[in-house]
């Protein structure tokens, strides 16, 4: 079984063990847009303790390796197979997610926001985000994802640098929304509700932070696997 060290990139780690997104989450430590460089960057960076983080982590994997969890290899899974997955199940999350969302928010912003000033900037954050992946998705769907299915059957070098070329412009469309989403939760401390808060504050702030969740391994998938397989 492997162990992980300071050497270990958190995008590679969160390949074969995905629950390590839950103790990366919870120290800052970001596994999708910015988890191509070593753990031992980041503990420097971001002032951590790395052996306190190393131990819970090795911890967390022998347990969960224990347990015998399959985990798929998207690394191998056909191309076609990886974007159909990501449009089924991101994409529709998403979909459904973000409308239905954005009227807790607006409802809460609006009951609330004079009281807590924040919820302000939340309002503001949220709908910045949505237009972001809302665009972003369609802009996936309509122009390059096609093109990746179409490399996948056709290889071609000229179809390879238009791919990159686009890929580019979508991964700084997922820093943008990476760092709306690290503003949110700076925000709302953590998506943690104030004590007096209602039930709708509280259901709005559960699920921000699902969408959190579901945000960071959707572009992990895009940025760590699909995007680098090209």
């Not at 969160?14 to 070593?38: E, M, N, T, W, Y």
């Not at 303790?49 to 022998?62: F, G, P, V």
């Not at 709302?188 to 104030?194: R, S």
Request: glycine fraction near 2%; charge should be negative.
């Amino acid at each position: 079984m492997t162990t992980f060290t300071a050497e270990h990139k958190p995008a590679d780690i969160v390949k074969v063990f995905p629950k390590a997104s839950d103790l990366f989450k919870a120290h800052r430590i970001d596994f999708c847009c910015g988890g191509d460089q070593p753990l031992k960057n980041v503990f420097t960076e971001n002032h951590l303790d790395e052996a306190d983080i190393l131990s819970k982590l090795n911890n967390l994997y022998k347990d969960w390796s224990a347990e015998g969890h399959a985990v798929t290899d998207w690394e191998s899974v056909p191309l076609n197979e990886l974007v159909d997955h990501i449009i089924h199940t991101h994409h529709a999350y998403l979909n459904d997610e973000l409308p239905a969302l954005n009227q807790f928010v607006s409802k809460i912003f609006r009951a609330h926001g004079a009281k807590h000033p924040h919820l302000v900037e939340l309002n503001r954050l949220f709908n910045a985000f949505k237009l972001e992946m809302e665009e972003h998705m369609v802009k996936e769907e309509a122009d390059v994802f096609p093109l990746i299915k179409e490399y996948e059957l056709n290889p071609s070098e000229a179809l390879r640098t238009q791919i990159h070329q686009a890929n580019d412009e979508l991964e700084a469309e997922h820093d943008e929304a990476g760092n709306l989403i690290k503003q949110m939760r700076h925000i709302t401390h953590d998506f943690q509700p104030p004590e007096d808060a209602c039930n709708s504050y509280r259901i709005t702030y559960a699920r921000l932070a699902e969408l959190e969740d579901q945000t960071f391994t959707h572009v992990h998938l895009e940025n760590n696997i699909l995007f680098k397989r090209i």
